[in-house]
């Protein structure tokens, strides 16, 4: 069940999310062209400009941007000829390999990602306009997410010297680590995996921005990566842009581990960010924040993390944007996860009575185990969760439908990663064959906005 905003501020009982019956709308409508249709290969995109690398959704194996062909055609970012080469297989009814996860998913009689994605309302609005031109060199995207340098203060035990200079730096000086096979092994990361400094000139960085006023007019999700988004100055770029050319139909996304090792970069991206909420400029801010444990452990497996400097600023976000925005908690969910995993619920449902009075809310997000016993992933995973769920379970969450769009659930619903469904029951049922996945969010709606 889900609860609505009224302006009498009451709630509503109301059907539950539209999620699956838009993807199985969306599976009938991309019939009508091809059994292997997808809208997310036009209308999404991922960019990682220190390598010049992207792909459409997360699924396919991410590839090359040809540098020469976007000094002269900067929307070849997206329309790669390797995308363009799919998107005409999936015209014709073929199956590009680079899709295979969802083709496995539906071989199994499942609804897969592809219905997913193209089921949203970014995908889907463009459905007619693809149909007409689909093959077109200069397509924009509604979905865009982009890393535009690897500079970043941490080193996370999971991560790499592509996404962390920290990284870099560390394998230069003492070579790879001792593992099989070899972990950050300084070899592997030259040549198309060398990620450009952002002291060199980059041809993906300065193609986007010359993409960027055309890209700008139809985007409807924005999501900016690192790196360290708060040590980036394209990030405060991004942000004049904003406040200078508002879009109030626009979803901006940042993640950051919350944790600069600069003050004066917390303040400066802190006043912007303010700016852009109070002031209206977008419809809504999701400031995504990565932790994967509690105190000194979170600490071991993020470098670099203070913990209690990250939870201040958290706490101070939420203090100073009191609108339009939410704080949305990724966790890499792993094996030193496990001993602190509850305490970091509770602090999350600490912070959700203290918000309470600005309409806190849990929403999706995602988590992934790794290499963990099967039997005591499944226990772990099920005893943090549901205590998580019992905990929530009886709160109803409301927001201005009329401003957000959003419907919020009785309970904490987890978004998909991997085909996995929305629904809690069905996400359970299948995560013994699947990535785990749970939802860890802290929303402050717009509620009096």
Same mark, same amino acid.
């Given at each position: 069940?889900?609860?609505?905003?009224? %302006?009498?501020?009451?709630?509503?009982?109301?059907?539950?999310?539209?999620?699956?019956?838009?993807?199985? @709308?969306?599976?009938?409508?991309? !019939?009508?062209? =091809?059994?292997?249709?997808?809208?997310?290969?036009?209308?999404?995109?991922?960019?990682?400009?220190?390598?010049?690398?992207?792909?459409?959704?997360?699924?396919?194996?991410?590839?090359?941007?040809?540098?020469?062909?976007?000094?002269?055609?900067?929307?070849?970012?997206?329309?790669?000829?390797?995308?363009?080469?799919?998107?005409?297989?999936?015209?014709?009814?073929?199956?590009?390999?680079?899709?295979?996860?969802?083709? @496995?998913?539906?071989?199994?009689?499942?609804?897969?990602?592809?219905?997913?994605? =193209?089921?949203?309302?970014?995908?889907?609005?463009?459905?007619?306009?693809?149909?007409?031109?689909?093959?077109?060199?200069?397509?924009?995207?509604?979905?865009?997410?982009?890393?535009?340098?690897?500079?970043?203060?941490?080193?996370?035990?999971?991560? =790499?010297?592509?996404?962390?200079?920290?990284?870099?730096?560390?394998?230069?000086?003492?070579?790879?680590?001792?593992?099989?096979?070899?972990?950050?092994?300084? *070899?592997?990361?030259?040549?198309?995996?060398?990620?450009?400094?952002?002291?060199?000139?980059?041809?993906?960085?300065?193609?986007?921005?010359?993409?960027?006023?055309?890209?700008?007019?139809?985007?409807?999700?924005?999501?900016?990566?690192?790196?360290?988004?708060?040590?980036?100055?394209?990030?405060?770029?991004?942000?004049?842009?904003?406040?200078?050319?508002?879009?109030?139909?626009?979803?901006?996304?940042?993640?950051?581990?919350?944790?600069?090792?600069?003050? @004066?970069? @917390? *303040?400066?991206?802190?006043?912007?960010?303010?700016?852009?909420?109070? !002031?209206? %400029?977008? !419809?809504?801010?999701?400031?995504?924040?990565?932790?994967?444990?509690?105190?000194?452990?979170?600490?071991?497996?993020?470098?670099?993390?203070?913990?209690?400097?990250?939870?201040?600023?958290?706490?101070?976000?939420?203090?100073?944007?009191?609108?339009?925005?939410?704080?949305?908690?990724?966790?890499?969910?792993?094996?030193? =996860?496990?001993?602190?995993?509850?305490?970091?619920?509770?602090?999350?449902?600490?912070?959700?009575?203290?918000?309470?009075?600005?309409?806190?809310?849990?929403?999706?997000?995602?988590?992934?185990?790794?290499?963990?016993?099967?039997?005591?992933?499944?226990?772990?995973?099920?005893?943090?969760?549901?205590?998580?769920?019992?905990?929530?379970?009886?709160?109803?969450?409301?927001?201005?439908?009329?401003?957000?769009?959003?419907?919020?659930?009785?309970?904490?619903?987890?978004?998909?990663?991997?085909?996995?469904?929305?629904?809690?029951?069905?996400?359970?049922?299948?995560?013994?064959?699947? %990535?785990?996945?749970?939802?860890?969010?802290?929303?402050?709606?717009?509620?009096?906005?």
């Amino acid at each position: 069940m889900s609860c609505h905003y009224t %302006k009498t501020e009451e709630c509503k009982t109301v059907s539950t999310s539209n999620y699956k019956a838009d993807a199985l @709308k969306a599976r009938e409508k991309l !019939e009508s062209v =091809s059994p292997t249709m997808c809208l997310a290969k036009w209308n999404q995109v991922s960019l990682h400009l220190p390598t010049g690398l992207t792909n459409s959704c997360y699924h396919p194996p991410l590839h090359k941007i040809d540098a020469e062909r976007v000094k002269r055609n900067p929307a070849a970012l997206h329309n790669t000829a390797e995308k363009l080469q799919q998107r005409d297989q999936m015209l014709k009814g073929e199956r590009p390999d680079g899709c295979s996860y969802c083709w @496995k998913m539906e071989d199994t009689g499942e609804v897969s990602d592809r219905h997913y994605r =193209s089921g949203e309302p970014w995908a889907m609005q463009d459905f007619d306009d693809i149909r007409k031109k689909p093959i077109d060199d200069k397509w924009t995207p509604r979905y865009v997410e982009v890393n535009f340098n690897h500079a970043c203060n941490f080193k996370c035990s999971y991560c =790499s010297p592509q996404f962390s200079t920290t990284w870099g730096q560390e394998t230069e000086r003492y070579g790879e680590y001792p593992t099989t096979p070899p972990h950050n092994a300084p *070899e592997h990361f030259q040549g198309h995996r060398r990620p450009i400094p952002n002291r060199e000139d980059n041809a993906y960085v300065t193609a986007f921005w010359k993409w960027w006023p055309t890209l700008y007019k139809n985007l409807k999700h924005f999501r900016m990566t690192g790196g360290e988004p708060m040590m980036d100055p394209n990030t405060y770029r991004v942000f004049q842009y904003i406040i200078d050319h508002p879009k109030d139909d626009l979803h901006l996304n940042v993640t950051s581990n919350m944790c600069p090792p600069d003050k @004066k970069l @917390k *303040e400066k991206y802190f006043n912007m960010a303010q700016n852009i909420c109070t !002031e209206q %400029k977008v !419809e809504h801010m999701m400031q995504f924040v990565s932790v994967d444990a509690y105190g000194e452990r979170a600490e071991y497996i993020r470098n670099g993390l203070d913990f209690n400097y990250m939870m201040d600023n958290v706490e101070e976000f939420l203090d100073r944007i009191k609108t339009r925005n939410s704080i949305t908690f990724i966790c890499t969910y792993n094996n030193l =996860s496990v001993t602190s995993m509850d305490k970091l619920l509770e602090k999350i449902l600490e912070l959700r009575k203290r918000y309470t009075a600005i309409h806190t809310s849990v929403c999706g997000s995602t988590c992934h185990y790794s290499a963990n016993p099967p039997g005591n992933r499944s226990h772990c995973y099920q005893s943090h969760t549901r205590a998580y769920m019992r905990r929530t379970s009886n709160i109803w969450y409301r927001t201005p439908a009329s401003q957000t769009g959003y419907t919020y659930s009785r309970t904490s619903r987890s978004r998909r990663c991997g085909g996995i469904s929305p629904t809690g029951a069905r996400t359970l049922t299948r995560a013994h064959s699947k %990535k785990r996945t749970f939802t860890l969010s802290l929303t402050n709606t717009i509620a009096g906005a």
